[in-house]
């Protein structure tokens, strides 16, 4: 499996790029699983005795910068995301803290250095602390401060999120989503790490308070120099707030880039049915271009060669049978499909500022997704290439019955 | 308003709702008061007996038993003479003491058991809790009863005996609030701050699920109430001369007839205490749960 | 003019309380849905969106009622039907999908089965008529090897899945309206593609009117021709999409607009709304979105502002609008 830094190193600035402040070499999560006797006797449980949530990941974040993680269900993003933080431990691979391997049961002193955001506003703070006490836990356990400095430095944390002092006393019921969330930044900053690991920390807030949060970030990024991985679903908020972006389907990465680089021109194929199922925003504007086949895949069916081939609309023999590495194909730019070469351009959405007639686009759909006989197929505009059709037509990636 | 006042408005509000979510007074909850006010009342008396009880609860008077209701006996006399009322309160003592006492060590017992069951998990679970299966097993008077017998009558043994079967509870209670609270988000981030297995039990878990037990706990306090008014009624329970509800429901069951109000009336105190308990843990599962939970 | 198919007017919803006075949640709201149009409706979390849709349906939660106005749907008025009645319409005219389909599927019944349940009851089909229309409606919704999927329980499907079987079940009866309460906020964003172009497509289809709730204007805008933006329990903007979301002339929706990070605008920078989503129980007097608004004065807060037409067929709840959005847009 290469690494990220293969051969476009060369076209990278000549200073000499200090470690990445996290590494992650060729990790995987594999959880064992044991059907109970009921179900093993009935014969249901389809062979499964595990679940590889991770196959085999390389990542890297950079000091000070924010790289997106995106995937949907099943990618292993959270599990990615849950390792790197220290709560889980992979089955296999390693993981480097600034070039020192961090060891798989971490003590109080390296736990701190890599802190998380978690997505529930709700469950992250525990109900019965205040503030207060929860900052000073955190303070006096690792010494931050003197302890008479304590206050201080949790007001000081409390304004660095924009919350003010007589959020001390209060407990976590009597704050909203946004605040909460805050306040859970604010916890996570008090040991001074120098990663952040957030995991989709905006999808469970209303959108005008997302902006907040999300300008928090950034202002961290920028003032303290954190470094930020950032789970996230929606891809309007990766654009917006992200350097990189790494994309993971079903236990691995699949693509790597910069974020406007990735979205103008997305060198694997899911990535580019990613960008093509984001909804737009601006009046008229409408991406019909291609609608993905299939459900998102069960991490315990994993297809044989390239895991994506039975969804995706280039696949040939040969990705029946390999499984592609992530390989460099351009400047900063890692995707793991063997035909990444060979893709057309990529062709955005309609230009936004063009003015598209509703009743021409459902006269479009009537055409295309009404008659039960095409259901299946992906939309109109696809790329004629040799697309076999996947070996089993039934949904793929799911229970699959035949072998 | 500019743009600048508008932001600082805007502020003022951010700052001030920060307080603006208070908490329900606890004083709102009718069930809370009325239980408070029962049970306030009755521990009053408990406290009070040697000062508002207008006999010796115990001192014989042969020649005056089973008087009927009088200005005297309020509530007549038995049948050894004692003053009914005198006994009705200085029973309280004794049964609302070993009522609250004997919850006491089961809660301590079966929480730490619970807890530490739920918190491990793996084979210590397994083990913890296939011990508490065989326990509950058993029905719960019948093992009292029987346990009762084995130390021999008087208050230790009760405590003992109700003690050794009602812990189980506890540690089911709190074992299935521990696995909830255990991947509950603020716990994952409690142990990546570098907290230790034992500082988060106590200090993070402990407070989130101990409200479950403290609310089973109030009833438990009526069920053992109810169970040493069973051993006394048995006559198992407290050793006699001394007042306690359930031998005084004993003695008076064979003047139902005559005396009906020997009987009845410290079952209906029993019954009230339950009302009363069972009201204040109501109040307190209130209090306690929904706005503090999230 | 084409009669509305549903025409909610002045519908006022709260919490009646014994001696203290009532806790208004949607105030004074006016909807008008004419037969196949697909309608959208815009909010944050407490701005009652939600509470409207179930209003329609019939659906409030224990504790809340219509404290005032109507809701007529093809002429007749809903609210005063009889429940029988009422129930009757749910189903063959009126159906609804929400938001997380694990808990609107009965976990216990095969998929196939609660489609069909529906066809029985109101179409008056047999056991195997229904049970066939229920695989032809998965086809339609795009399920593939829909006849075996029909014995499956909801637990063996994905999450896209199943929001198809809950379309599917809701179009089976061909109703007129379908209520959807933030259908695709819980799917994975390709799957919400797919199942928003589904929605599309059966809607124009059987020429079913869509009442779409949701607080993703992405999707408004993907899914509606015409739209509503709520702000706490009030309509603050209407009209079509292409003029609410190009043109807006309220500053909560230019607000929303600005906050929202843009995919189409990368480097735009985003401008949070300042202050808080009202608190219901200690509503300020006169215009809800006073208190976070930059263009508000002190008229805002006298009273609640009227909608006022700002262009042909497209509203506003905002007495400074003209001078707000006066010339380009700020």
């Not at chain 1, 351009?345 to 006269?363: K, L």
């Not at chain 2, 403290?214 to 009833?219: C, H, L, V």
């Amino acid at each position: 499996m290469s690494s990220t830094t293969g051969p476009a190193a060369t076209t990278r600035p000549a200073t000499a790029l200090p470690d990445p402040v996290l590494r992650a070499s060729g990790l995987t999560k594999t959880y064992r699983l044991r059907p109970s006797l009921a179900t093993r006797l009935a014969r249901r449980d389809d062979g499964r005795t595990s679940l590889r949530a991770l196959d085999g990941v390389d990542l890297e974040l950079r000091q000070g910068e924010i790289l997106a993680l995106v995937g949907e269900s099943g990618s292993g993003k959270s599990t990615l995301a849950k390792i790197l933080v220290g709560g889980t431990t992979p089955t296999s691979g390693d993981l480097d803290h600034r070039g020192e391997a961090l060891p798989v049961r971490r003590d109080k002193d390296a736990s701190r250095r890599i802190q998380m955001v978690f997505q529930d506003p709700y469950s992250s703070l525990n109900p019965r602390l205040s503030v207060g006490a929860m900052l000073r836990e955190l303070l006096l356990l690792h010494q931050v401060v003197p302890r008479a400095e304590v206050r201080a430095e949790s007001v000081r944390l409390l304004n660095l999120v924009g919350l003010e002092e007589d959020a001390l006393d209060a407990y976590p019921s009597q704050f909203s989503g946004g605040q909460r969330q805050r306040l859970a930044i604010a916890r996570a900053l008090a040991v001074r790490p120098d990663v952040l690991i957030a995991d989709e920390p905006v999808s469970a807030l209303d959108v005008s308070v997302q902006a907040t949060i999300l300008d928090l970030f950034a202002r961290l990024q920028r003032e303290l120099g954190l470094s930020i991985l950032f789970v996230a679903h929606n891809l309007a908020v990766v654009q917006h707030l992200s350097q990189r972006v790494a994309v993971m389907y079903l236990g691995r990465i699949v693509e790597v880039a910069e974020t406007a680089e990735l979205f103008a021109n997305p060198r694997h194929p899911y990535t580019r049915a990613l960008v093509d199922s984001i909804p737009r925003m601006r009046a008229g504007s409408v991406n019909e271009e291609f609608v993905l086949d299939g459900e998102p895949p069960s991490p315990f069916d994993v297809p044989a060669g390239c895991r994506f081939h039975p969804r995706c609309p280039y696949a040939v023999e040969r990705c029946r049978t390999e499984d592609p590495a992530l390989a460099a194909v351009g400047a900063g730019h890692d995707s793991a499909c063997l035909r990444a070469a060979e893709l057309p351009p990529f062709q955005a959405p309609p230009d936004p500022a063009a003015s598209i007639d509703r009743v021409d686009v459902r006269e479009e759909l009537q055409d295309e997704t009404t008659d039960p006989a095409e259901v299946r197929g992906p939309a109109e505009p696809r790329h004629p290439e040799e697309h076999p059709s996947p070996g089993d037509p039934g949904t793929p990636g799911a229970r699959s019955t035949d072998a | 308003m500019s743009a600048p006042t508008a932001v600082l408005a805007a502020r003022r509000q951010t700052r001030r709702a920060a307080r603006s979510r208070s908490l329900r007074p606890w004083y709102r909850s009718g069930t809370l008061v009325a239980g408070l006010v029962i049970v306030g009342l009755l521990v009053l008396v408990a406290v009070l007996a040697p000062v508002i009880a207008p006999f010796d609860p115990v001192k014989q008077d042969l020649l005056n038993a089973l008087q009927p209701p009088s200005g005297t006996h309020l509530l007549g006399t038995d049948k050894y003479g004692r003053d009914v009322l005198s006994r009705l309160i200085w029973g309280a003592r004794v049964d609302l003491r070993v009522g609250f006492l004997a919850v006491l060590i089961p809660f301590v017992v079966g929480t730490v058991v619970g807890g530490v069951a739920g918190y491990a998990g793996g084979w210590l679970d397994t083990v913890l809790m296939r011990v508490v299966d065989v326990f509950f097993a058993f029905p719960f008077y019948v093992m009292v009863i029987v346990l009762v017998f084995v130390f021999g009558s008087g208050e230790l043994s009760i405590y003992l005996a109700i003690a050794a079967v009602s812990w189980v509870s506890y540690a089911k209670i709190v074992r299935g609030e521990v696995l909830v609270a255990k991947e509950q988000d603020y716990v994952v981030a409690a142990r990546l701050g570098g907290m230790s297995h034992a500082r988060i039990l106590v200090r993070h878990i402990g407070p989130n699920v101990l409200s479950q037990a403290i609310i089973y706990g109030m009833s438990d306090i009526v069920m053992d109430i109810m169970a040493i008014v069973t051993l006394g009624y048995l006559g198992l329970g407290i050793a006699p001369p001394t007042a306690e509800w359930g031998s005084m429901i004993n003695d008076g069951q064979e003047f139902i007839t005559t005396q009906w109000q020997q009987a009845t009336v410290p079952g209906l105190v029993v019954v009230l205490t339950s009302l009363g308990l069972s009201w204040l843990g109501d109040g307190v599962s209130d209090l306690l749960s929904p706005e503090r939970r999230k | 003019m084409v009669a509305p198919l549903l025409s909610v007017s002045a519908l006022t919803l709260g919490v009646r309380r014994r001696g203290r006075p009532d806790t208004v949640i949607v105030e004074d709201l006016s909807i008008d849905i004419a037969p196949g149009e697909r309608f959208g409706v815009v909010g944050e979390s407490g701005s009652g969106k939600s509470l409207t849709l179930r209003a329609v349906a019939g659906l409030l939660p224990a504790g809340v009622e219509v404290l005032s106005g109507g809701i007529t749907y093809d002429g007749k008025d809903l609210l005063g039907l009889p429940a029988a009645a009422r129930r009757r319409l749910m189903g063959p005219e009126i159906a609804m999908i929400f938001q997380e389909p694990m808990t609107a599927l009965n976990p216990v019944v095969r998929v196939g089965d609660q489609i069909a349940e529906g066809p029985r009851r109101h179409l008056g089909l047999s056991k195997g008529d229904a049970a066939q229309l229920a695989v032809e409606m998965m086809a339609r919704t795009g399920i593939p090897d829909p006849a075996r999927r029909a014995r499956a329980y909801p637990h063996e499907l994905s999450g896209g899945l199943r929001q198809r079987i809950m379309i599917a079940m809701a179009v089976s009866c061909g109703p007129r309206l379908l209520l959807c309460d933030e259908p695709t906020t819980a799917l994975d964003v390709t799957v919400q593609h797919q199942v928003l172009k589904v929605l599309e497509a059966l809607c124009a289809d059987g020429g079913t009117a869509l009442a779409f709730v949701t607080h993703d204007l992405a999707v408004v805008n993907q899914t509606c021709t015409d739209m509503a933006v709520m702000y706490a329990g009030h309509i603050v903007e209407s009209g079509s999409v292409r003029d609410v979301l190009g043109d807006p002339r309220h500053p909560y929706t230019k607000g929303l607009l600005d906050s929202a990070p843009d995919f189409d605008q990368p480097d735009r920078r985003l401008v949070p709304i300042p202050g808080f989503p009202p608190n219901l129980a200690a509503r300020p007097s006169g215009c809800p979105f006073a208190p976070r608004c930059s263009f508000a004065v002190d008229a805002c807060t006298a009273a609640v502002p009227a909608r006022e037409l700002v262009a042909p067929g497209h509203t506003a709840a905002c007495r400074e609008s003209d001078r707000i959005f006066e010339g380009a847009l700020a």
